[in-house]
T-cell receptor, first 115, second 113 residues
Framework: SAVISQKPSRDICQRGTSLTIQCQVD?????MFWYRQQPGQSLTLIAT?????????ESGFVIDKFPISRPNLTFSTLTVSNMSPEDSSIYLC????????????FGAGTRLSVL | KQEVTQIPAALSVPEGENLVLNCSFT??????LQWFRQDPGKGLTSLLL?????REQTSGRLNASLDKSSGRSTLYIAASQPGDSATYLC????????????FGSGTQLTVLP
């Protein structure tokens, strides 16, 4: 299995500011994803983080609001830009390892509250 | 639109009871299905993954089944314990979607001592 470290674990931010969330994996992985879990709801995929190129965003999510970087096979960042209270959610990083079976592993998440 | 539905949304059972959680999906063209557990305020823990070619997977007291033709999966928990209390999420990897997962809304399970 892959061990995923996500930072920060939680934060409280002011409206209009930006927060960058880091995801570090203990081994090289083939794919990395970013999900959002709004209060009381299930997970929604934001984007697939592609190494060395622009992320692939899902419908309803745009790069200007959620810029993503993935400089190598073990690290990615998600920035939540120009935050509003509607951005208050848990943001989760997930990966698929290089081993077989396509099991997807998740980080512990970043709990974001925007005032 | 590819959707995943979980019923019931919440379930409360006495300790020791066997129980079944249900998951249904709208498109039978899947490459795998994964069951997760989420504890309050925490991330997701992978419980079982079923490949599209498989019909079931077992791990300890957990058994997950897959019926692609009917678009259904079940998670069977034997001899439930209070420590099993959590939200259980079903997630489907649909074919052609680059291995991303579509999640159900979850079943919140409470096992009463």
């Amino acid at each position: 299995s892959a061990v995923i470290s996500q930072k920060p674990s939680r934060d409280i931010c002011q409206r209009g500011t930006s927060l960058t969330i880091q995801c570090q994996v203990d081994s090289q992985v083939t794919m990395m994803f970013w999900y959002r879990q709004q209060p009381g709801q299930s997970l929604t995929l934001i984007a697939t983080a592609n190494q060395g190129s622009e992320a692939t965003y899902e419908s309803g999510f745009v790069i200007d609001k959620f810029p993503i970087s993935r400089p190598n096979l073990t690290f990615s960042t998600l920035t939540v830009s120009n935050m509003s209270p509607e951005d208050s959610s848990i943001y989760l990083c997930s990966v698929i390892g290089r081993q077989a079976k396509n099991i997807q592993y998740f980080g512990a998440g970043t709990r974001l509250s925007v005032l | 639109k590819q959707e995943v539905t979980q019923i019931p949304a919440a379930l409360s059972v006495p300790e020791g009871e066997n129980l079944v959680l249900n998951c249904s999906f709208t498109d039978s063209a899947i490459y795998n299905l994964q069951w997760f557990r989420q504890d309050p305020g925490k991330g997701l823990t992978s419980l079982l993954l079923i490949q599209s070619s498989q019909r079931e997977q077992t791990s300890g007291r957990l058994n997950a089944s897959l019926d692609k033709s009917s678009g259904r999966s079940t998670l069977y928990i034997a001899a439930s314990q209070p420590g099993d209390s959590a939200t259980y999420l079903c997630a489907v990897g649909f074919s052609g979607s680059a291995r991303q997962l579509t999640f159900g809304s979850g079943t919140q399970l409470t096992v009463l001592p």
